[in-house]
């Protein structure tokens, strides 16, 4: 039986918004101490021996805070590390495949941006949704941005938490929250990638964006 | 209980030697047809959906005609597949990591150019080495050739299969053999790229070479 997660302020991973002389492992410790609830390792540029490898440091870092760790669509090292679970992709294996491997304890999330991959999703067997780009974002030049009230549909339709992902920063959330609002919807919690591992003050950056979500909670 | 593996003839694909019109599927039933007794399916530039796919496309050419299928580096595409087994380099997942995953029944093919490497690779469990590359090769264009004095070497230090990889085709093959032969030591088969995928005749091109490899032993 899995504990419930917190999906409050989840921390999406990716090495080239850090700032010279931060490493990786310096960054995540740094961000949990600032509030993060929920860490995805995402290495797009790694081979695999170096993402498992590094995917073995982080998941040292997570557990000594209590911090699920999910691993970006590597079910492998997901499986070689035992992470926590695993985040996917529509590119990435779908979501029924990646259950069937990790079984029914792990965490599976799926990137949707529409309402048929959202019911897919949550057939498949996820556990929830991240939704995206609600803005563009210079980290995944190649998201399409999802608009409220697709938010809001998607909401409707599928039983399941909702992330949202892209372009999420101390300037764009209040923004995001007066959307979230005025469409009368909620979201369980936001992505953030270069807002935190860009910040010269990880866990500052941590702490602000946590308690501006929680304000609008 | 595993049946024992003919490595003799052994493809490895590269869907960019691919001619034009030529789809994997078919060069690999081709392949199989003219001899070939063993796949690897090697795809660094797909994504994972895709490779997954691909996977389980060939996989059904591969079973109908009895031939082993393994998977380059993915172990999750392996296990997503039941693929026959995994071929992981030294940037990959560690071999005692894959034999983990895939339990005791699956082949784990190991690529070695030193005899520690070939060591390692024993005492993490692996099946069988790729050794090479033994020639200059413009699939891999980062692989760095092993003489047959380090092949013998490795011969002698560890009792696994041992493959020869790397630019073999019908021209350098007599020359393969040749220095084999003058270093009086053995390979159990030969692992080719270019040489059959890249022939306009998949069938004969395998055909060839096995006829060949076959006259050698």
């Known amino acids: 039986m899995r504990?419930?997660?917190?999906?409050?302020?989840?921390?999406?991973?990716?090495?080239?918004?850090?700032?010279?002389?931060?490493?990786?492992?310096?960054?995540?410790?740094?961000?949990?101490?600032?509030?993060?609830?929920?860490?995805?390792?995402?290495?797009?540029?790694?081979?695999?021996?170096?993402?498992?490898?590094?995917?073995?440091?982080?998941?040292?870092?997570?557990?000594?805070?209590?911090?699920?760790?999910?691993?970006?669509?590597?079910?492998?090292?997901?499986?070689?590390?035992?992470?926590?679970?695993?985040?996917?992709?529509?590119?990435?294996?779908?979501?029924d495949v990646a259950r069937r491997l990790l079984g029914a304890d792990k965490i599976i999330g799926v990137s949707a941006r529409t309402v048929a991959q959202a019911r897919q999703a949550q057939t498949d067997g996820a556990d929830y949704l991240g939704v995206g780009a609600v803005f563009a974002t210079?980290?995944?030049?190649?998201?399409?941005?999802?608009?409220?009230a697709t938010f809001a549909t998607m909401r409707a339709a599928v039983d399941l938490p909702m992330v949202a992902i892209g372009g999420i920063n101390a300037k764009t959330l209040p923004t995001l929250q007066n959307n979230l609002s005025t469409a009368g919807?909620?979201?369980?919690?936001?992505?953030?990638v270069s807002a935190i591992l860009g910040a010269v003050d990880t866990r500052q950056a941590a702490a602000d964006l946590k308690q501006s979500w929680l304000t609008y909670q």
């Not at 210079?138 to 409220?148: E, G, L, R, S």
């Not at 919807?185 to 953030?192: F, K, L, N, S």
């Open 138 to 148: 210079h980290t995944k030049h190649d998201a399409k941005t999802v608009d409220i």
């Open 3 to 95: 504990k419930p997660v917190d999906y409050s302020l989840y921390l999406v991973t990716d090495q080239s918004c850090l700032p010279t002389g931060i490493s990786l492992a310096n960054a995540v410790e740094q961000a949990i101490a600032g509030g993060v609830t929920l860490v995805q390792l995402r290495e797009k540029n790694l081979d695999s021996r170096a993402f498992f490898e590094q995917a073995l440091q982080i998941k040292t870092i997570c557990q000594a805070q209590h911090v699920p760790l999910l691993i970006n669509d590597r079910v492998d090292i997901a499986l070689a590390i035992d992470a926590d679970g695993v985040h996917v992709g529509q590119s990435d294996l779908p979501a």
């Open 185 to 192: 919807v909620t979201a369980d919690g936001i992505a953030v």
